[in-house]
């Protein structure tokens, strides 16, 4: 520390503020929770025609279980959301894949999503929902 020659009161040197500054942003490094990463995607057709077969498919990844399954959701008509298929189950670090094969039987918009669900082992019977891909329409005409 230092004086001033006009003010006689003690100012605190440089060197001290950037320690303590530097020890502060350490802190609040550790002290930040960590988010876990993933992400779940579709792919589908904007259109077909009625009687037209085409393909919905998804992949995802999440880095917060052990196992993950990728499953395809669907809904028409805004009602509720009902599972069309399941992947097979894949470790940590792998890409849950399912892909389906839909028969389009009426014209309307037909929503489909994928859910990323991690489980605590490959047979376990409890999986947790981690990630939902926005919606993707395909309009059948």
């Known amino acids: ?20 500054a ?28 009625v009687g ?3 393909t919905v498919s998804a992949h995802g990844d999440d880095d917060a279980s052990s196992y993950l399954r ?6 028409s008509g805004g009602t509720a959301w009902h599972q069309l298929t399941c992947g097979a189950v894949v470790e940590v670090g792998g890409d849950a894949q399912a892909t389906a094969r839909v028969k389009a039987t009426q014209s309307g ?3 489909y999503r994928a859910v990323v669900y991690g489980l605590l082992s ?11 891909s926005a919606p993707a329409t395909v309009n059948v005409r």
């Open 122 to 132: 490959p047979t376990d019977r409890h999986p947790i929902r981690q990630r939902t």
């Open 52 to 54: 037209e077969t085409f």
């Open 22 to 49: 530097l020890g502060l942003a350490s802190v609040a490094l550790v002290a930040a929770p960590a988010f876990a990463k993933g992400s779940a995607e579709i792919t589908a057709p904007q259109t077909a025609r």
């Open 109 to 111: 918009a037909l929503q």
């Open 70 to 75: 990728i499953c395809l959701e669907n809904r």
């Open 1 to 20: 520390m230092t004086r001033t020659k006009k003010t006689g009161m003690r100012v605190r040197s440089g060197r001290a503020a950037v320690i303590g």
